[in-house]
């Protein structure tokens, strides 16, 4: 009998929990995808989160999206850490906490740092950081938090990657705001299963 009554106690606590979990989510946020949006077709769940999922509403939007994507991440011909230190810049100067809590892995696992990480995650000075690593987190937080670079940035940036690198890592930077704001807009949460990574104001 006291069994049952511990047993009966246990998933009491496990299920008010489980509400208080899902009343931490505003009133307006779907839980099937984390957001605004409804997810657009009901099978797509646990895959509803995310940006993919929200411009599935505008097709021509997610194709476009999808390929520039492609291209800038994997045939530009950036290097992979620096690629995912570009996307890293973008989430933490947009604040979005659903691209930096999916991304720092990936850059982990792409060879970058957990300092030079934390360096952006802390918006710490760049004065510990290597010269090409030093410059793209430059131009992130120039472009993105003061909308405006400095010649002697854009000037390191063009003798480190040339032209073509400098659009590349720019336009990479470009396609990762887009996303920002849309799961910005979206207030996009992270998955249930995720830790959010990424600290906030």
Same mark, same amino acid.
């Given at each position: 009998?006291?069994?049952l009554?511990?047993l @009966?106690?246990?998933?009491?606590?496990?299920?008010?929990?489980?509400?208080a979990?899902?009343?931490?989510?505003? /009133?307006?946020?779907?839980?099937?995808? =984390? $957001?605004?949006?409804?997810?657009?077709?009901?099978?797509?769940? %646990?895959?509803? !989160?995310?940006?993919?999922?929200?411009?599935?509403? +505008? %097709?021509?939007?997610?194709?476009s999206?999808?390929?520039?994507?492609?291209?800038?991440?994997?045939? +530009? =011909?950036?290097? $992979?850490?620096?690629?995912?230190?570009?996307?890293?810049? @973008?989430?933490?100067?947009?604040?979005?906490?659903?691209?930096? @809590?999916?991304?720092? %892995?990936?850059?982990?696992?792409?060879?970058?740092? /957990?300092?030079?990480?934390?360096?952006?995650? !802390?918006?710490? %000075?760049?004065?510990?950081?290597?010269?090409?690593?030093?410059?793209?987190?430059?131009?992130?937080?120039?472009a993105?938090?003061?909308?405006?670079?400095? +010649?002697?940035?854009?000037?390191?940036?063009?003798?480190?990657?040339?032209? /073509?690198?400098?659009?590349?890592?720019?336009s990479?930077?470009?396609?990762?705001?887009?996303?920002?704001?849309?799961l910005?807009?979206?207030?996009?949460?992270?998955?249930?299963?995720?830790?959010?990574?990424?600290?906030?104001?």
């Amino acid at each position: 009998m006291r069994l049952l009554h511990v047993l @009966t106690i246990l998933v009491l606590a496990i299920g008010a929990t489980v509400v208080a979990g899902q009343a931490r989510l505003p /009133q307006d946020i779907h839980p099937e995808t =984390g $957001n605004r949006f409804p997810a657009i077709k009901p099978d797509l769940t %646990p895959d509803a !989160f995310g940006p993919g999922a929200i411009r599935l509403y +505008s %097709p021509p939007v997610a194709e476009s999206m999808t390929g520039i994507n492609d291209y800038l991440r994997r045939k +530009s =011909g950036l290097d $992979n850490r620096l690629v995912e230190l570009a996307i890293l810049v @973008t989430a933490r100067e947009m604040d979005c906490e659903y691209v930096w @809590t999916a991304h720092e %892995p990936a850059a982990q696992k792409a060879g970058l740092q /957990q300092d030079i990480i934390d360096t952006v995650k !802390f918006r710490r %000075p760049l004065t510990k950081l290597g010269e090409q690593d030093a410059v793209v987190v430059q131009l992130g937080r120039d472009a993105i938090g003061k909308h405006k670079v400095g +010649s002697d940035t854009f000037a390191r940036a063009v003798k480190l990657f040339g032209n /073509q690198g400098v659009v590349n890592i720019v336009s990479l930077m470009g396609d990762y705001a887009a996303t920002t704001m849309l799961l910005n807009v979206a207030d996009q949460h992270v998955r249930p299963k995720d830790k959010p990574l990424l600290p906030l104001p």
